[in-house]
C-alpha cells in the first residue's frame, strides 16, 4: 500500500477521535480541533492531522491544497454515516448543546430498530472485554460519565505511545479501537438514534475513504475539493463504489463426511472446521492485500461468506475475476469439486445507501446484485475446458483416501492411505491449541495458491519465517502485529468419552452422547430487510449492516464459549449464524437451551433459532450423526421455525414450548416425584409412556384404574405425594391439547434416560 494510501486510512479511521478526547475533558471547541490537537501530542505526520482537523464540512480550511486527503475523509464519514452533514452542529457549540447533544449518553441497542418493532434498549459503558461476560443491552439507561471516557483515552494514548503509523500496524489500530470503542456511540445527537459505535463507524470511513481514492486515481481526478467538496451532490449519483462478496460452498461436507475413527475425533473434526475458518479469513486478506486494502474493506467474514466496499473500477473487477479464478484452481487441485468459491458483486452511488437520500428497495439492491451473481455461478461452477480436464482425469487409482474418500495425491500415514489434505489435517490437529497461526509459503497445511497453514506456540514465533499471523479470541499479540479471528472453540474432552460422561457419580444415566445443531432462522432476509420496517426504511444503512453482523460473530464466535463452558461438549462448528457441537447428552441439552436464551436476550427476541439434538451410540460413524441430526434440525425449521426437535422428529416443539412446559416444569416435577419416593421404577415409567402413546377413551379409563390401584398399594407415607403426582399425570393426560401429553411423553422419556444404568 503507497504511503499516501496509508495515510489516508489513518487520518479516516481516527477522524473522530476528538470526540472521546472531548468527553473525556469536557472542552468547549470542535471535536476535530480536539482530536488534531490529540494527535499532535502523540505523532508527528501532518496528513493525518490535516485530516482529523479539516473533516468537517464546516471547518475547511483555504490552506489545504485542492488534492488534499481531508476532503476524501470528510465525505467518506458522509457517506459511512447516512447522512450529508454540511449543516449539522456539534457537541461543544454552546447555543444548540443543552437542547440536541447528550454528550454522556450510552450506545442504543441496534436491534431497537430492526424489524416492526421499536425498542429502547442500551448497552453498559464499557470496553469490549472478550473474556467477560456479555454486555447484553437493557431498558436500563446508565450513561457514560467523564470518567469512563477519561479511562478509554488514556488506554488509547498509551497504546499509540510508539506506534508507527505504517502499513505493519493497521491491523493493530483496528483491534484497538474494536476494543475501546464498540460501546461508545459515534454520534450524541438526542435527534439521532445512537446505535453505531465509534469503532464501526471509523472504520466504515476509512473503507469509504481508500475505495474512493481508487475510484479517483483510476479516473485520474486529483481535484478532490472540486469532486467532493463544491460538487459534492454528483459525487453522490456517481456509482463509485463495488459492493463484493463471496461464498465457500461444501463446508459441512468438508467437514462431516468423514471416516474418523472415534479416538481422537473431536481433534479432527475441529481441526477440519478451523480450517476452513482461516481459509475465510485468508481469502479475504488475499483479496485485499491484492487490491492494497485493509480489514476496514470487510464488512463481514465468517461462515463462510464475506462482504466488502471497494472501488467500482475496471482494475477491481479484473482482480475480483482473476483472483476467484486463481483460488478455484487451487481448490481443484488439492479438494477436486469438494470445495468452491464464487464472488459476486454489483455497483453502487453513495445515494444507494445513504439514508437521506435512498429507498429501502435501492439499499436491497446493492446486497441483491452481488447475491444474484453468486447464485449464478454455484449453479454452473466450472467452465467447458475445466468440466473436460475433470471428466477425462477419471480415477486415478482403485484406492481412495480412507478418511475422505479422494483419489488423489494418495500418501501412506499412520497405516492409512489418506490424501495429502487430510495428512496436513492430521498434523494441523496436534496444533489447533496453540493461540498464533502463521501463514507461511511452503511448511504447513496448504491453504491458497502458494500459502500454507501453521499453528505455532507464541514463544516460537520469532523462529519462523510468515507473511502472516492471525491471534485467536485475542485482541493483542505482543510485540508480534497480528490479527485477530474470533473461533468458538470450547472443549471439554474427547468424543469417544461423552457417552460415558453422561452417567452420573452413581452410574445412573443412559450411556449415550448427543449432536446438536442449530442456526439462526432466515438471517439471510435480516440480513438484507431488517432495518427497513421502521421509519420509511432510513435506518438501512451500510454502518448498521457491518454493527449487525459483528454482533452476530460476538455471540456466536466469543461469548458461545462461555455458554459452554463447564459442560462436558466440544464445539466443532461455529460461523456466524449456525453451530454443531457434540457432548454428553444432558449438557448438550442444557447448552442448547442456554444459548437460546441467550440470543433471545441479545437479539430482543427480534431474531429466532432452530435447533435438532441427535441421539447416538459412541461409535456411530461422525457423518451419519451429522446427517441424522440434520434431518432433525430440518424437522424444526419446518416448524414454523424457531423450533426444537429432540431424538426424533416426533419430538419437535416450538422453543418456549419445551423450555417452559418440558424442561423447567414436567421434567422437574416427575424427578421431584421419583427421586422423593422407592416403590415406582422404571417399569411404572414405560407404563405411563405407553399409555400416553396410546391414547383413547378406553386407555383413559385404563389409566384411572391404574392410577387408582397403585395409590391403593402406595405406602400410607408416600400416598399424599402419589396422589398429587396421579391428578397431575391425569391433567397432563386428558388435556384436550394433544401437546401436552406429547411433552409428559418426553419429559418421561428424558427421565428415564437419567435413571437408566446401561
Known sequence: MKKEKIDLFYGALLHDIGKVIQRATGERKKHALVGADWFDEIADNQVISDQIRYHMANYQSDKLGNDHLAYITYIADNIASGVDRRQSNEESDEDTSAKIWDTYTNQADIFNVFGAQTDKRYFKPTVLNLKSKPNFASATYEPFSKGDYAAIATRIKNELAEFEFNQVQIDSLLNLFEATLSFVPSSTNTKEIADISLADHSRLTAAFALAIYDYLED?????????????????????????????????????????????????????????????????????????????????????????????????????????????????????????????????????????????????????????????????????????????????????????????????????????????????????????????????????????????????????????????????????????????????CDEIYNYAALSKNENGLGIKRLAVVRLDVDDLGAAFMAGFSQQGNGQYSTLSRSATFSRSMSLFFKVYINQ??????????????????????????????????????KWTNGKLTLSAGIGLFADKTPISLMAHQTGELEEAAKGNEKDSISLFSSDYTFKFDRFITNVYDDKLEQIRYFFNHQDERGKNFIYKLIELLRNHDRMNMARLAYYLTRLEELTRETDRDKFKTFKNLFYSWYTNKNDKDRKEAELALLLYIYEIRKD
Not at 461444501?250 to 463426511?257: A, L
Not at 496448504?446 to 523462529?463: D, H, R, W, Y
Not at 461438549?569 to 447448552?591: E, T
Open 563 to 600: 455458554f459452554a463452558s463447564d459442560k462436558k461438549l466440544s464445539i466443532i462448528y461455529a460461523g456466524g449464524d449456525d453451530v454443531f457441537a457434540i457432548g454428553s447428552w444432558q449438557d448438550i441439552i442444557a447448552f442448547t437451551v442456554e444459548l437460546r436464551e441467550n440470543f433471545i
Open 219 to 491: 479516473k485520474g481526478r486529483h481535484n478532490y475539493k472540486e469532486d467532493l467538496f463544491t460538487k459534492v451532490s454528483a459525487f453522490y449519483e456517481e456509482e463509485a463504489f463495488l459492493l463484493a462478496s463471496f461464498d465457500l460452498s461444501g463446508i459441512q461436507d468438508f467437514i462431516y463426511n468423514i471416516n474418523i475413527a472415534t479416538n481422537g475425533a473431536a481433534k479432527q473434526l475441529k481441526a477440519r472446521s478451523l480450517y476452513l475458518d482461516f481459509m475465510s479469513e485468508y481469502i479475504a486478506d488475499s483479496l485485499l492485500d491484492k487490491l492494497g486494502l485493509n480489514r476496514a474493506n470487510m464488512l463481514y467474514v465468517g461462515g463462510g461468506h464475506a462482504y466488502f466496499v471497494l472501488a467500482n473500477t475496471e482494475k477491481t473487477v479484473e482482480t475480483l475475476v482473476q483472483f476467484e479464478k486463481d483460488f478455484n484452481q487451487f481448490l481443484l487441485a488439492n479438494f477436486q469439486t469438494r470445495l468452491y468459491v464464487a464472488f459476486g458483486w454489483g455497483s453502487f452511488a453513495a445515494k444507494d445507501i445513504m439514508s437521506e437520500l435512498n429507498s429501502p428497495e435501492s439499499y436491497r439492491q446493492v446486497y441483491q446484485k452481488a447475491s444474484r451473481m453468486i447464485s449464478k455461478k454455484k449453479i454452473s461452477r466450472y467452465d467447458y475446458q475445466t468440466l473436460m480436464l475433470l471428466n477425462r482425469g477419471g480415477k486415478s487409482s482403485e484406492r481412495e483416501c480412507e478418511i475422505c474418500h479422494s483419489v488423489e495425491n494418495l500418501v501412506s500415514y499412520h497405516d492409512q492411505k489418506v490424501c495429502d489434505i487430510c495428512r496436513g489435517l492430521y498434523q494441523f490437529s496436534k496444533e489447533i491449541a496453540h493461540d498464533h497461526f502463521i501463514i507461511t509459503e511452503n511448511e504447513g497445511l496448504p491453504i491458497g495458491p502458494n500459502a500454507c497453514l501453521k499453528g505455532v506456540a507464541f514463544e516460537k514465533l520469532s523462529q519462523e519465517a510468515f507473511s502472516r499471523v492471525y491471534v485467536k479470541n485475542d485482541y493483542k499479540a505482543g510485540t508480534v502485529k497480528a490479527t485477530h479471528v474470533f473461533v468458538g472453540d470450547y472443549q
